[in-house]
């Protein structure tokens, strides 16, 4: 066997796993493992390429821009068991009054609100799924308009800040958590608006299926109502600002943000008064789990990328995608149709560790923006929630939905959605200032990878840029990022005499 088929072999022995139904973190794991004894046994590859799988490890969990992880998920869970979910359905609900759809709309920019919050997909649709659904199905809605707004508005939890989604994607495409933030903000608050239109056209094409709730239910008025806004609404809004305002603003790194967050969601709990032993130990636990899958994840991914790069891997992915017809544009309708499809069967978080670090090369090379490039992939995965039959929200939405809501009717209802973000990212292609003009280039504002965010931490030196040879990096406008996070970190502390 020549090194030249081990590539298109391996990558077809993880499609193979997948598809066997083992958990992709070990699948991840045991195809790259396989595949290097294989390489060894026919001196394809050498031993001494699996040393460098420690300092890989040990990179991983040093890198501090993954901290953010466990510190938004906690917050998420915070805030969806503490009640806020039910407090802004009610008072938004109220605030659109005698409006056709109003509950509809209600659930769009409660579900804008909850991401903004939380971050956490699960969380949003199973707390508007539980409270909103037997109210809109007593008023009347149809059935695929209700569950379908409730599923999709939940999904804006992966684009709109803090996303543990674009987390993960600034981390495996070695850009800043800051700026992928501040170009999804807008794509993902003009998602919103979309999914407001949509409902709005559904109400007038068909007014019985969002009609306006009667005269009863709007129970709040005057200073009542005013009261009920400053006490739901100002908190959350609060939050937001501690969260993702010090970090556009660059008073605070992603890290530190989440850690503001998760402090400002129990504050917001205790003031509430549903602040509790069980609740903080539930969501520890639950935090725990989420954090341990990701790691998981992408220890598995580590390996199988070591291996990968070890028998020339990335070259054959590079040399298949730089190839197509159309240059940049092509490769972009290509990735795109290829992960929209891979949605299909396989969540985010496996797209991103597995596609985006051997999609990550390619766009460098074609002078693609990789702020904007992850923006698109992060709107494009976000239809993995929605796709029938395999989309996570649809599977929340089933758990808690009533039994006379049919499967059929929450599949029907989410592809009206699953449109919207699909012209959503012709958009973002079409019109990529939406995404690159809201990237803050001011002075102060912070920016980097991991390792850079903890030389910042620790107050040490930046790190010396080697110069670029002529016709090589500065042809691309690609920043060259360290394969051995572990290896940086240790040049870092070296630098500090006090450490």
Known sequence: ???????????????????????????????????????????????????????RVLGIMANPTLLAIPFFTFMGLILERSGMAEDLLDTVGQLFGPIRGRLAYAVVFVGGLLAATTGVVAASVLAMGLISLPVMMRYGYSKRLATGVIAASGTLAQIIPPSLVLIVLADQMG?????????????????????????LIVSVVNPQAAPACPLEARTLRGRVLALRVLTSLIPPLVLIFLVLGTIFLGVATPTEGGAMGASGALLMALVKRKLSWNLVTQAVESTATMTSFVIFILIGSTVFSLVFRGVNGDLWVENLLIGLPGGALGFLIVVNAMIFF??????????????VPLLTPVAQKLGIDLTWFGVLLAINMQTSFLHPPFGFALFYLRSVAPREIKTSDIYWGAIPFVLIQVIMVAIVITFPGIVTGNVSKAAGALSGS???????????????????????????????????????IEKMLKQDKNY
């Open 175 to 199: 850009t800043s958590v800051g700026d992928m933030y501040e170009g999804a903000l807008i794509p993902g608050l003009t998602l919103m608006c979309f999914y407001a239109v949509y409902v």
């Open 1 to 55: 066997m020549s090194l030249d088929l081990m590539a298109p072999l391996m990558f077809c022995g993880l499609v193979v796993f997948l598809l066997l139904g083992y958990p992709v973190a070990f699948s991840l794991a045991a195809n790259g493992l396989l595949f290097s004894v294989i390489g060894i046994q026919l001196d394809l590859l050498h031993p001494s390429l699996l040393q460098a799988l420690p300092e």
């Open 450 to 488: 991991g390792a850079e965010e903890l030389r910042r931490q620790l107050e040490l030196p930046a790190a010396p840029v080697a110069p670029t040879a002529p016709g090589k990096g500065a042809e691309s406008g690609a920043t060259p990022k360290s394969d051995d996070t572990s290896a940086d």
């Open 342 to 355: 891979l949605a299909f069967f396989l969540d985010y978080f496996e797209i991103a560790f597995i596609m």
